[in-house]
């Protein structure tokens, strides 16, 4: 009874029950099926959604149909596109319709969200160019310019950053928004120097030199045209003197006596000329500072003469092989053709310099008239007359030094203090 009792039990474990379910299978449709099925390569290639704002990378094709075989239309980059749907096709390839009933495959690609998707505060510097559109808000398609003042050369502040598919846009404090590549990121007014120089000033009786001392930045007109010098060439002897004074070969109180001989060596001045020491020898000592005082305030003749004797060893061959390498040309005291190129690269070693002839040279005789007349900031300058020429090589110590070098035939002082009033009001 036993076994027989166990042998029904064991069928009825055995034996496969059936289970009867009240659920449906569901039933999904292709775009459905496309959003629960879309893997992490298929979310990269392919929206699952309409973007915002959208705009395409480059001309594309818009078909006829969703299966996109007959092309209908060309899409170029800013083209307005309106979405009205996202559907898979029977390639099972997402496509756009679009508000004309054509279709755009709705890959990403093709197609990019022209939104702002990163924005930053910033505290940074930037120069105006010629060429800037400005913006109420970062640029994406749709985003019109605006009326802007801004003129070229002008230094302006950005306080915001955002970053866009068209690049970085900078927000001017009260003005807009600007692509990074409409602005310098280094001063370059001496873009808008030389534009001014080559509209008012490109005159063959004027050689021009103009140079920003921090940024290295020149403009000219003529630049290397030589001219007779007359008492520019008078900046090598300063500067050689300077230089000794510098290195402690040369004390500021040795004394120099005026004898014959000062007047009468190869790059003498003609004694008689500008200065007010005796025009004949006194046979007087006068001392260094005296001397380079009367040579940089006065353009003293006599001084300059009596220096370049006993200093510059009467400009001999050493003496113009130095000033030929700060020059860039021969430097020939008493042939005196020089460029204002070349006299502005002299005055810029006598800037480096920092000696005590920068503060003659801001103090002169000569400081109501030509470069200094109508600049309200400190000007070292040296001014050089003879026959027809006149000439003014000064440093202008404004926000930003400069070197400004103006070299005339048959022109007047009023003529060069125009040019330095010009090219003041665009580096001041």
């Known amino acids: 009874m036993k076994k027989l009792l166990a042998a029904m039990l064991m069928t009825f474990f055995v034996t496969p029950l059936k289970v009867i379910s009240t659920e449906k299978i569901p039933v999904f449709s292709e775009a459905t099926r496309y959003h629960l099925s879309q893997d992490i390569v298929s979310s990269t290639l392919y929206y699952s959604r309409i973007p915002t704002n959208p705009n395409v990378f480059e001309e594309t094709v818009a078909y006829r149909d969703p299966e996109l075989s007959v092309p209908k239309t060309m899409i170029a980059p800013d083209d307005r596109i309106i979405i009205k749907d996202i559907l898979l096709n029977k390639a099972a390839i997402p496509v756009f319709r679009l508000a004309d ?3 755009l495959e709705a890959s990403h690609q093709i197609v990019y969200e022209d939104i702002v998707f990163e924005q930053t505060a910033v505290d ?3 120069w105006t160019q010629k060429k800037m559109t400005m913006y109420a808000e970062p640029y994406v398609l749709g985003v019109q310019p605006i009326a802007s003042d801004s003129e070229p050369g002008r230094k302006v502040h950005a306080s915001k950053m955002a970053q866009t598919e068209h690049g970085s846009y900078y927000f001017i404090d009260h003005k807009g928004w600007v692509n990074q590549k ?3 990121p280094t001063d370059n007014r001496m873009l808008k120097v030389q534009e001014m120089l080559l509209q008012k000033y490109n005159k063959e009786n004027y050689s021009i030199f103009v140079k920003q001392l921090d940024t290295q930045a020149s403009a000219g007109i003529n630049a290397d045209k030589k001219m007779y010098a007359a008492s520019i060439s008078k900046l090598a002897t300063l500067y050689s003197v300077q230089k000794k004074l510098k290195s402690g070969s040369l004390s500021e109180s040795k004394s120099l006596k005026y004898i014959d001989e000062v007047n009468h060596f190869y790059g003498d001045y ?3 000329g500008s200065g007010k020491i005796s025009k004949t020898a006194d046979k007087k000592d006068y001392n260094v500072m005296e001397l380079l005082k009367a040579v940089a305030q006065q353009s003293d003749n006599v001084a300059t003469n009596i220096l370049g004797y006993y200093l510059c060893n009467q400009y001999n061959q050493a003496f113009q092989s130095e000033i030929r390498a700060l020059a860039g040309v021969d430097w020939d005291m008493e042939k005196r053709l020089l460029s ?3 006299a502005a690269n002299l005055m810029e070693a006598i800037y480096y310099q920092n000696g005590q002839i920068i ?5 002169t005789a000569f400081d109501d008239q030509r470069i200094s007349k109508n600049i309200s900031v400190p000007v070292a300058h040296k001014i050089g007359d003879a026959y027809d020429y006149k000439h003014d090589v ?7 030094p400069f070197i400004l070098s103006v070299f005339t035939d048959k022109a007047s002082y009023d003529d060069i203090t125009a040019i330095a009033d010009d090219v003041y009001s665009i580096l001041k």
Do not use: W
């Open 359 to 363: 503060s003659y040279l801001s103090q």
């Open 394 to 400: 000064a440093i202008v110590y404004g926000d930003n």
């Open 340 to 342: 204002s190129h070349a």
């Open 101 to 103: 009933d054509t279709y």
């Open 182 to 184: 409409e602005l310098s």
């Open 270 to 272: 003609d004694p008689t």
């Open 124 to 126: 940074l510097e930037f």
